[in-house]
T-cell receptor, first 119, second 114 residues
């Protein structure tokens, strides 16, 4: 159980275009989804946290107008990279969690990632 | 910004050897997790430690959480080629929504040579 999928697994786009990445929780309802970015040979950096039905909370330094996040349902969140540039090329990973009993740890389940290359 | 430093950054050892990876921070975390990530994939959770001083064992892997909950270590006994991967520690803080935010460490890339 607790499977998270991402689509597409990889995408190549031209500079100036927009790209949408989907993150789905397949067998559970995710109250919270997280979006991370990972550059080659580096660690994961949290970009934003989104709760279903509300606006995403972005980390410092992440442009909310460039990285649009929509968490429209309990099983789907999307990240749209607008006006992509080569420096946006990266590995984008989402994770999903659901609320457990009070005091419990809300484990994050990670998707397989999406490799974005902007030419 | 909380920073989790891992050491070493890279480690390449022979099969059968032992190794220890360290994760250090100046911040106190409510709990800490260790993940392993293969190239082109998402990270996979190995363990969660919650109590200061806690030690958890997962077959040949031993995880320890520091008494002050600022640091952690991962010890692998008799390393196998299948242990090769990127090891990430992640400190857990509660976000404003009451959900845990993960702050990932800088990573340790481990290569086990057959």
């Amino acid at each position: 159980g607790a499977v998270v999928s991402q689509h597409p697994s990889w995408v190549i786009c031209k500079s100036g275009t927009s790209v949408k990445i989907e993150c789905r929780s397949l067998d559970f309802q995710a109250t919270t989804m997280f979006w991370y970015r990972q550059f080659p040979k580096q660690s994961l950096m949290l970009m934003a946290t989104s709760n279903e039905g509300s606006k995403a909370t972005y980390e410092q330094g992440v442009e909310k107008d460039k990285f649009l996040i929509n968490h429209a349902s309990l099983t789907l969140s999307t990240l749209t990279v607008t006006s992509a540039h080569p420096e946006d090329s990266s590995f984008y990973i989402c994770s999903a969690s659901y609320s457990r009993l009070a005091g419990g740890l809300n484990e994050q389940y990670f998707g397989p990632g999406t490799r974005l290359t902007v030419t | 910004t909380q920073l989790l430093e891992q050491s070493p950054q890279f480690l390449s050892i022979q099969e059968g050897e032992n190794l220890t990876v360290y994760c250090n921070s100046s911040s106190v975390f409510s709990s800490l997790q260790w993940y392993r990530q293969e190239p082109g994939e998402g990270p996979v959770l190995l363990v969660t430690v919650v109590t200061g001083g806690e030690v958890k064992k997962l077959k040949r892997l031993t995880f320890q959480f520091g008494d002050a909950r600022k640091d952690s270590s991962l010890h692998i006994t008799a390393a196998q080629p299948g242990d090769t991967g990127l090891y990430l520690c992640a400190g857990i803080l509660r976000s404003n929504f009451g959900n845990e935010k993960l702050t990932f460490g800088t990573g340790t890339r481990l290569t086990i040579i057959p």
